[in-house]
């Protein structure tokens, strides 16, 4: 009498796994692709939003009535990249209230720009209506 069981693998099988491991493989790739390639590249963001929130900050700070033009803002921290610039925009966002949005850009590795985008609110009195 011989036994039905089969030993070892069956093509199809071994197609699946290998399938499988091919899609895991190409997904690890990809997620690995799109982390930051050094770590200068984070410092750098974590600058830029630095510079970023402390403008925020001051625009908040001074008041609706004392809000700038649309422009270039300069910050000490600037310095710190090789090529930069910030910028101020402002709109109304409604009749008591304007729209701020600060933007700090600078060259990343490989020749690519690099930017960090932040907006708030700004009213003529503190709540909004």
């Known amino acids: 009498m011989t036994s039905s069981l089969a030993r070892g693998f069956s093509l199809l099988e071994v197609t699946v796994a290998?399938?499988?491991?091919?899609?895991?493989?190409?997904?690890?790739?990809?997620?690995?692709?799109?982390?930051?390639?050094?770590?200068?590249?984070?410092?750098?963001?974590?600058?830029?939003?630095?510079?970023?929130?402390?403008?925020?900050?001051?625009?908040?700070?001074?008041?609706?009535a004392s809000l700038p033009e649309n422009g270039p803002f300069s910050d000490a921290l600037l310095g710190s990249f090789a090529s930069s610039t910030a910028s101020v925009f402002i709109a109304d966002f409604n009749e008591k209230t304007r729209r701020v949005d600060v933007i700090v850009s600078w060259g990343g590795t490989g020749g690519t720009t690099r930017s960090v985008s932040l907006t708030t609110l700004i009213t003529q009195n503190s709540a909004l209506k």
């Open 18 to 64: 290998v399938a499988v491991v091919g899609t895991i493989i190409v997904a690890t790739s990809v997620l690995l692709q799109r982390l930051p390639v050094s770590g200068r590249e984070v410092r750098d963001q974590d600058l830029a939003l630095k510079i970023a929130r402390n403008e925020i900050e001051i625009l908040r700070a001074a008041g609706y």
